[in-house]
């Protein structure tokens, strides 16, 4: 069965430093997120992506973060200059549309 | 703001009961609703998707949709053990991202 991969399972780095975390869709989904959840919180949307663009961003999602689709199958998210509160689990996710979004197995990132 | 609500709870219930679990929205345009089981440390898992009016059954899990009052509910017939978990509503917004709830924690007493 399809899944949505992402790289690393944890990654632990240092107050300023930039992160990419690294995700391979279901090859035949259009859409892609970007999600977070803080310890204890609530999951938060962060971005949707298609058709190689920004489709939509929360505010949450500043000029700290970018997304990138670098070739056909991965879909990356970069953290500029690391600080403690980004300290989450980064979720992934695909879809086709209007229909069932599929996650990956999660990035916890760690800011130290 | 668009937003969903959830009970955060404990709900506490019993091994072989029926758990129900409830969730509101705002925004009266919303199309598209899930129900996702998220592990202490875990990834959302979907469980269930709803798109119109009244109940869609799988297994032993039954979503019901109601626009008008704008409520989605849950129910796991014959909970077990390993239906101990976060139950996380959400709802689909106008890019197809999802806008979540709290979550329901759901405690299966043996």
């Known amino acids: 069965e399809p899944e949505v991969t992402q790289t690393p399972s944890h990654q632990v780095t240092q107050m300023g430093q930039e992160v990419i975390l690294r995700c391979v869709p279901i090859?035949?989904?259009?859409?892609f997120y970007w999600y977070r959840q803080i310890l204890g919180q609530k999951v938060e949307f962060l971005v949707s992506f298609y058709n190689n663009e920004i489709s939509e961003k929360s505010e949450i999602f500043d000029d700290q973060f970018s997304v990138e689709r670098p070739d056909g199958s991965n879909f990356t998210l970069k953290i500029r200059s690391t600080k403690l509160e980004d300290s989450a689990m980064y979720f992934c996710?695909?879809?086709?549309?209007?229909?069932?979004?599929?996650f990956g197995q999660g990035t916890r990132l760690t800011v130290v | 703001q668009k937003e969903v609500e959830q009970n955060s709870g404990p709900l506490s219930v019993p091994e072989g009961a029926i758990a129900s679990l409830n969730c509101t929205y705002s925004d009266r345009g919303s199309q598209s609703f899930f129900w996702y089981r998220q592990y202490s440390g875990k990834s959302p898992e979907l469980i269930m998707s709803i798109y119109s009016n009244g109940d869609k059954e799988d297994g032993r899990f039954t979503a019901q949709l109601n626009k008008a009052s704008q409520y989605v509910s849950l129910l796991i017939r014959d909970s077990q053990p390993s239906d101990s978990a976060t139950y996380l509503c959400a709802v689909s917004g106008s890019n197809y991202q999802l806008i979540w709830g709290a979550g329901t924690k759901l405690i299966i007493k043996p």
């Open positions: 996710a695909s879809t086709r549309g209007n229909r069932e979004a599929f």
């Open positions: 090859s035949n989904h259009l859409y």
